[in-house]
């Protein structure tokens, strides 16, 4: 909605907010790299920030001039987006543009806190449509943290004032786009108890995993049917727990061929592997080369190449 009253200088900017920035907010801090974007530029982050509302806060529009994303930190407050309505709740993100109407409203019992950036170029509006955003409607992200650390990233980066400034916060409007793609979970589902299962195993993989065999066993330790976890995570993760394991592990791998001098059959056993050559094909299929290819690759000219094969080397220094 409009302001009644005279715009007011943010304190982070030093100028004057532009009209389309809302007043009915108790705290704000917003940063502006370009209100008068070029024409043709391909990628052009134009301003945002985070902003706790007013009790009375209210946004209605038929249209806006640019592309924008925006997402629920804390609190709670009704959407009405292309015509559609939904409950905002931590966690919740949603993109609106140009000939999008949309109206945002606060709970007054629990004042929302929201991060927002609006950009415009057809490469942004294309990596936009094609995301889960891009359907003009909101989405539940599995992990709040994550996506308020990029638009943190953004709100530095712009009021860093470098020439980098820009084109770096362009990428990672990409970033946040891809970012909340990864992580969404069908809306309204967070609220489910399904859930915090959910969380609670893949924490539980996320903390235990060196210690971990088989994907039953974390199953056993959060006293959950194996079956049951599957399907927690066919709903709100985009791999199965056994890859989530596996990934977990081979990342381990790597740091530890690359950063010590452990023998591949070392590594695997430190990683409860069943045996070498099940830990090297898992590793093949996640990286896309063996283990001694990736050593070779990665490391420095000989330094795990003695230790990987000390009967190879022998025979090598007897002949």
Same mark, same amino acid.
């Given at each position: 909605?409009?302001?009644?009253?005279?715009?007011?200088?943010?304190?982070?900017?030093?100028?004057?907010?532009?009209?389309?920035?809302?007043?009915?907010?108790?705290?704000?801090?917003?940063?502006?790299?370009?209100? @008068?974007?070029?024409?043709?530029?391909?990628?052009?982050?134009?301003?945002?920030?985070?902003?706790?509302?007013? @009790?009375?806060?209210?946004?209605?529009?038929?249209?806006?001039?640019?592309?924008?994303? $925006?997402?629920?930190?804390?609190?709670?407050?009704?959407?009405?987006?292309?015509?559609?309505?939904?409950?905002?709740?931590?966690?919740?993100?949603?993109?609106?543009?140009?000939?999008?109407?949309?109206?945002?409203?606060?709970?007054? +019992?629990?004042?929302?806190?929201?991060?927002?950036?609006?950009?415009?170029?057809? $490469?942004?509006?294309?990596?936009?449509?094609?995301?889960?955003?891009?359907?003009?409607?909101?989405?539940?992200?599995?992990?709040? +943290?994550?996506?308020?650390?990029?638009?943190?990233?953004?709100? $530095?980066?712009?009021?860093?004032?470098?020439?980098?400034?820009?084109?770096?916060?362009?990428?990672?409007?990409?970033?946040?786009?891809?970012?909340?793609?990864?992580?969404?979970?069908?809306?309204?589902?967070?609220?489910?108890?399904?859930?915090?299962?959910?969380?609670?195993?893949?924490?539980?993989?996320?903390?235990?995993?060196?210690?971990?065999?088989?994907?039953?066993?974390?199953?056993?330790?959060?006293?959950?049917?194996?079956?049951?976890?599957?399907?927690?995570? !066919?709903?709100?993760?985009?791999?199965?727990?056994?890859?989530?394991?596996? !990934?977990?592990?081979?990342?381990?791998?790597?740091?530890?061929?690359?950063?010590?001098?452990?023998?591949?059959?070392?590594?695997?056993?430190?990683?409860?592997?069943?045996?070498?050559?099940?830990?090297?094909?898992?590793?093949?299929?996640?990286?896309?080369?063996?283990?001694?290819?990736?050593?070779?690759?990665?490391?420095?000219?000989?330094?795990?190449?003695?230790?990987?094969?000390?009967?190879?080397?022998?025979? +090598?220094?007897?002949?």
């Amino acid at each position: 909605m409009p302001p009644t009253k005279n715009p007011a200088p943010d304190p982070c900017t030093d100028q004057t907010d532009p009209p389309f920035v809302s007043r009915q907010v108790t705290q704000a801090r917003r940063y502006y790299l370009n209100l @008068n974007p070029p024409v043709h530029s391909p990628a052009t982050v134009v301003c945002g920030g985070v902003e706790r509302c007013r @009790n009375d806060y209210l946004v209605q529009r038929k249209s806006f001039p640019y592309l924008a994303i $925006e997402f629920v930190a804390a609190g709670s407050g009704a959407l009405s987006l292309d015509g559609r309505c939904y409950q905002l709740k931590p966690g919740t993100a949603f993109a609106y543009g140009p000939k999008i109407c949309h109206s945002i409203g606060n709970d007054s +019992r629990q004042p929302m806190q929201k991060y927002y950036v609006d950009f415009v170029g057809p $490469e942004l509006r294309r990596e936009l449509r094609s995301s889960s955003l891009g359907k003009w409607t909101p989405v539940q992200v599995s992990s709040l +943290r994550e996506v308020v650390e990029i638009f943190e990233a953004l709100h $530095e980066n712009a009021n860093a004032r470098t020439p980098f400034s820009s084109p770096i916060c362009a990428h990672l409007i990409s970033m946040l786009i891809l970012k909340i793609s990864e992580k969404a979970i069908p809306y309204g589902s967070s609220h489910t108890r399904a859930f915090p299962n959910y969380q609670r195993v893949r924490q539980y993989f996320l903390e235990n995993y060196l210690e971990l065999k088989t994907v039953e066993q974390a199953a056993k330790a959060c006293h959950l049917d194996p079956a049951y976890l599957s399907r927690l995570f !066919q709903r709100f993760d985009h791999q199965s727990p056994y890859q989530l394991l596996m !990934q977990l592990k081979i990342d381990r791998a790597a740091e530890l061929l690359t950063s010590s001098r452990l023998l591949i059959k070392e590594v695997a056993a430190e990683l409860n592997f069943a045996d070498p050559c099940h830990f090297s094909r898992v590793f093949k299929k996640g990286f896309g080369l063996s283990p001694q290819k990736f050593l070779d690759q990665r490391g420095p000219a000989g330094i795990n190449e003695t230790r990987k094969s000390p009967d190879k080397v022998r025979s +090598r220094k007897d002949g």
